[in-house]
């Protein structure tokens, strides 16, 4: 049984470039949630996808914006890319609102 | 903001001694996760303990929880080199979706 999987595991991107991460939710799973963490900070909620609309969004501008397919897998986008954007995105999936969410192995992004 | 508080930010231990580390979160919850991370990838999910129980065992892991006094802690016994990590609480808000970390706590065992 296959984890959370994430693509690309590193991306190196220019100041006002756009950038997809992609992400494959555990199996049986139908609820997607992408975090933001900072090098020595904990995770910071982005959003969170289900039933392919963002049903919850964290204190994160309308530059990111995300997508969810019908097989559940998810994309976040960031447009305009800002040096502060340079972190560890990650992506959680989850069934249920209260059930453990299982992580990925993030997406390294780092933006010169 | 983050919901959550570690304690302490870092910590060093013996191998074969034991660690534990504190959470203290700010609102009311539906449960409490605790998660551990080695050296910048993926969260790896330990526990998870509701708002109605105390207690809960996995393994060398024991976490309680006291919604009372809005506070949880991560016992982690015998502990190895392969324990080296961060350790991350993570708590889910009533009426929230989202979960809420702290800053970590850095566990280092020494050989």
């Known amino acids: 049984d296959a984890g959370v999987t994430q693509s690309p595991t590193h991306l190196i991107k220019t100041r006002g470039q756009q950038v997809t991460l992609r992400c494959s939710p555990k199996s049986g799973h139908d609820t997607v949630s992408w975090y933001q963490q900072a090098l020595g900070q904990g995770p910071q909620f982005i959003f969170q996808y289900y039933e392919e609309e963002e049903r919850q969004r964290g204190n994160f501008p309308d530059r990111f914006s995300g997508h969810q397919f019908p097989n559940y897998s998810s994309e976040l986008n960031v447009n305009a890319l800002l040096l502060g954007d340079s972190a560890l995105y990650l992506c959680a999936s989850s069934s249920g609102v209260l059930d453990t969410q299982y992580f990925g192995p993030g997406t390294r992004l780092t933006v010169l | 903001s983050q919901q959550g508080e570690e304690d302490p930010q870092a910590l060093s231990i013996q191998e074969g001694e034991n660690a534990t580390m504190n959470c203290s979160y700010k609102t009311s919850i539906n449960n409490l996760q605790w998660y551990r991370q080695n050296s910048g990838r993926g969260l790896v999910h330990l526990i998870l303990i509701r708002s109605n129980e105390r207690e809960k065992h996995s393994g060398r892991l024991r976490v309680t929880l006291d919604t009372s006094k809005k506070s949880s802690s991560l016992l982690i016994t015998a502990s190895r080199a392969a324990d080296t990590a961060s350790y991350f609480c993570?708590?889910?808000?009533?009426?929230?979706?989202?979960?809420?970390f702290g800053a970590g706590t850095t566990v280092t065992v020494r050989a």
């Open positions: 993570a708590t889910g808000p009533l009426n929230d979706y989202k979960l809420s």
